[in-house]
């Protein structure tokens, strides 16, 4: 049978495949790539938190299956977590719950609560689930701004007025990935105000609560009063204690959504391996210094970086949060779009950086870098892509000539 199937047909080609596939090949013939492109974080979890993992593990009582709303002494770490970082006191029985992952809650939340039709609004550029976990569950997307400003808000206005069933859900990212803007509580509250005035329900991805690099700590939407009536928060243990393939996150606030989120859970999983969510518990109830640590260590490399690049003529904008930097595509080279970009600095420099476009439409004039490569790394890369600009001079004022050289 060759049927196409109705919601992998609304899903585009993944765009990162094509440069994923040149990495693979390139390493095949020997080349060493310095890779930029999946914000996978290179360093190991606290050594504590490993401790802890591995002496859970010991007891096979922990082998068994585990709770998929998370065990209550995480979803306590968690409020305790809230209350001490953000002032926010939380229901650890009805306000919070464990996910395998932040994307894992996202894609399980969209499809508890949409219908087929109903209009979703999500910023684009955005991280790929916010928008095709909708498209999946059948929902139909409108594209607003990511800035927090007037902008993104006369947007919401818009779509109100024109769509047809009105929007549901609005989706909040910040600080954001990939374009690494972050919100101040007066714009979240502005947002809240709006949502509950047109019956809305706001998701706000928090993934990067920790990653920043200002005196202004990133807000928790929950911080604006009134908020949990209709927000829900998700955060990550992937970022803050470098523990991505661990798969711990959490989603937070409005009581309806949370039970949408359990009860179709608890169809689907039984909840992370036990040992795993202990680990978190201490990760979260113990020292934070490694937090500290881990947000210096992207500051350092995104200070190199962005000053290699600006060192070789790409002047790109300091990234006030997250472990990306989000680099315009130098003029000469737009022409390209960023996927042809992102190929030819990956064979001709040996960089590999996500094209923007694979974060939407509104994102090819652009690369994404994941501060995922040590510093001597990223020294050396700036160097590549320095000789790299230099040895295309000759070339990008002809877009005939700089479109065969990227195929």
């Not at 719950?97 to 949409?114: F, H, R």
């Not at 007025?161 to 990935?177: E, F, G």
């Not at 790394?377 to 005939?400: C, E, S």
Request: hydrophobic share 40%; with cysteine; proline share 8%.
């Amino acid at each position: 049978m060759d049927q196409e199937f109705h919601s992998i047909r609304r899903l585009p080609p993944y765009v990162f495949a094509e440069v994923n596939a040149m990495k693979a090949r390139a390493r095949a013939a020997g080349d060493d790539i310095i890779d930029f492109g999946m914000g996978n974080p290179d360093t190991p979890a606290p050594a504590h938190v490993v401790d802890k993992l591995v002496e859970t593990v010991r007891d096979p009582r922990t082998h068994r299956y585990s709770n998929s709303r998370g065990i209550p002494g995480l979803r306590k770490a968690n409020a305790s977590y809230y209350e001490r970082r953000f002032g926010v006191a939380v229901d650890a029985e009805t306000e919070t719950i464990v996910t395998l992952g932040s994307k894992e809650g996202l894609a399980n939340l969209t499809a508890a609560i949409t219908s087929p039709g109903d209009v979703i609004l999500v910023p684009n550029p955005s991280y790929p689930i916010h928008q095709f976990g909708f498209i999946i569950a059948g929902a139909t997307v409108r594209s607003i701004p990511v800035a927090p400003d007037q902008t993104l808000l006369a947007a919401m206005e818009r779509a109100v007025r024109h769509s047809v069933p009105p929007p549901t859900v609005v989706v909040l990212n910040y600080p954001n990935n990939p374009t690494t803007e972050t919100a101040d509580l007066d714009f979240l509250a502005q947002v809240v105000d709006f949502c509950r005035h047109h019956s809305m329900y706001v998701i706000s991805d928090l993934a990067y609560a920790e990653i920043y690099f200002t005196d202004d700590l990133p807000p928790s939407i929950l911080q604006v009063p009134g908020a949990r009536d209709l927000a829900v928060e998700f955060t990550s243990m992937s970022k803050t204690y470098s523990m991505p393939g661990w798969r711990i996150g959490f989603a937070t606030g409005n009581k309806r959504l949370i039970a949408a989120l359990t009860r179709i859970k608890s169809y689907l999983d039984y909840g992370a391996f036990t040992p795993v969510q202990v680990a978190a518990t201490a990760a979260l109830n113990g020292p934070q210094d490694c937090v500290a640590e881990i947000r210096q260590r992207y500051r350092g490399r995104r200070d190199v970086l962005v000053k290699g690049l600006g060192d070789a003529g790409w002047e790109v904008p300091v990234p006030p949060a997250t472990m990306f930097v989000w680099a315009p595509v130098p003029e000469a080279y737009r022409p390209l779009g960023s996927l042809g970009f992102a190929k030819l600095l990956l064979r001709e420099a040996r960089v590999a950086v996500s094209p923007g476009v694979g974060f939407g439409e509104h994102g090819d004039g652009f690369v994404r870098f994941a501060l995922v490569e040590n510093r001597q790394r990223i020294r050396q890369a700036t160097r590549n892509i320095k000789t790299f600009l230099a040895t295309y001079d000759k070339i990008v004022g002809d877009t005939d000539k700089l479109k065969a050289a990227a195929v």
